[in-house]
């Protein structure tokens, strides 16, 4: 059996709506990011992909 390695998620940056609306890196999917982001949470750069993509795929269908 391998030894599953615990992956640490304290060094990941989170980003507030805000921070994420006004970024230049979201700024194409700015106005899609204002209505699926929470006010109340913090998003990693991960999370946020994943959101787009998985709100873009779901119109695909």
Do not use: C, H, P
Not at 20 to 44: C, G, H, P, T
């Amino acid at each position: 059996m391998k030894a599953v390695k615990k992956v640490e998620n304290d060094n990941i940056e989170k980003y507030t709506k805000k921070q994420i609306v006004d970024s230049k890196m979201f700024a194409k999917n700015r106005d899609l990011l204002i209505v699926l982001l929470s006010e109340n949470e913090k998003y990693s750069k991960q999370e946020i992909d994943e959101k787009i993509k998985n709100y873009k795929k779901g119109l695909v269908k």
